[in-house]
C-alpha cells in the first residue's frame, strides 16, 4: 500500500514561531502537493513539486514555503506563524504521468492551531 | 474547471446500495469525473475516475451519461466504514490540482 505519512496529527504553535510541517512517501512518487483544508472553503492547494529541488505556487502560497531535497520527502515551512494559518494541512503524492495524473494519495493531515 | 453539484447529504442502509448524484453540466471534452471521500479526521482517499465510459474497480462504479452532463457513484454494498464525506470532481487529466466543494454527507446506518 502507498503509504503518505505526516510528521503530527496535531500541533499547537505561537503566533510569530517558525513551524515545520514534514511528509514523506514511500511509493517512489514524482509529485508532491501541500494543501490546507477549512471549513466552508474546502480544499486549497498551497504548493507542489514534481522532482527534487523543483516547486510550484499553489493558489494561496503566501506565508509559506516548500523544501524538497530528497523525492520521498516535501516540507511546508510557516516562517512566522499567524493565526489565520490554523487549519488542517494535508500532504499528498502521485506519480507523474503523461496524459492522466490519476489519483493522489493523502496523509492523515496535521491539524494546526496557532495561538 | 467545469463546477459540480452535489446533494448535501443522503443516507443509505448497511448492506444495500449507495448511488450518489453529481451533476456537471458544463464539463468539456478533455475533462475528467473524479471522485474522492474524506472519512471523518483522515485525509481524503481516491475512490474512481472516468472520461465516457463506465468504470468499476474494488471499491465502487462510476456511471457516466452518454452527454457527460452528469454521474452517478455507486457503493454496490454500503457499510458503517463508508460513511464519510464524498466528492465529485470534474478536472484535466495534466491538471495537477485537486479542488474540493463541500461535498455530500453519506451515513450508513445500521
Known amino acids: 500500500d502507498v503509504k503518505v505519512t505526516q510528521s503530527s496529527r496535531y500541533l499547537v504553535k505561537r503566533t510569530g514561531e517558525k513551524v515545520f510541517l514534514e511528509c514523506v512517501q514511500d511509493?517512489?512518487?514524482?509529485?508532491m502537493f501541500w494543501y490546507r483544508q477549512d471549513p466552508g472553503l474546502g480544499l486549497r492547494l498551497i504548493y507542489f513539486?514534481?522532482?527534487?529541488?523543483?516547486?510550484e505556487k499553489g493558489d494561496i502560497p503566501e506565508g509559506y514555503s516548500v523544501s524538497r531535497e530528497k523525492k520521498e520527502r516535501f516540507s511546508l515551512i510557516l516562517e512566522s506563524a499567524s493565526t489565520n494559518q490554523t487549519s488542517m494541512y494535508l500532504c499528498?503524492?502521485?506519480?507523474?504521468?503523461?496524459?492522466?495524473?490519476?489519483?493522489?494519495?493523502f496523509g492523515p493531515g496535521t491539524r494546526l492551531t496557532v495561538l | 474547471d467545469a463546477k459540480t453539484t452535489q446533494p448535501t447529504s443522503m443516507d443509505c442502509a448497511e448492506g444495500r446500495a449507495a448511488n450518489l448524484p453529481c451533476n456537471h453540466s458544463?464539463?468539456?471534452?478533455?475533462?475528467?469525473v473524479y471522485w474522492y471521500r474524506q472519512i471523518h479526521s483522515q485525509g481524503p482517499q481516491y475512490i474512481i475516475h472516468?472520461?465516457?465510459n463506465n468504470e468499476t474497480n474494488e471499491m465502487a462504479s462510476l456511471i457516466i451519461t452518454e452527454d457527460r452532463k452528469s454521474s452517478t457513484l455507486i457503493l454496490p454494498h454500503a457499510t458503517l466504514r463508508d460513511t464519510a464525506v464524498y466528492y465529485c470532481?470534474?478536472?484535466?487529466?495534466?491538471?495537477?490540482?485537486?479542488?474540493f466543494g463541500a461535498g455530500t454527507t453519506v451515513t450508513v446506518r445500521a
Open positions: 499528498a503524492s502521485s506519480f507523474l504521468r503523461r496524459g492522466d495524473v490519476g489519483e493522489q494519495f
Open positions: 511509493m517512489d512518487h514524482e509529485n
Open positions: 513539486s514534481y522532482d527534487v529541488k523543483m516547486k
Open positions: 458544463t464539463i468539456s471534452g478533455n475533462e475528467y
Open positions: 472516468g472520461l465516457k
Open positions: 470532481i470534474v478536472r484535466v487529466a495534466i491538471d495537477y490540482k485537486l479542488s
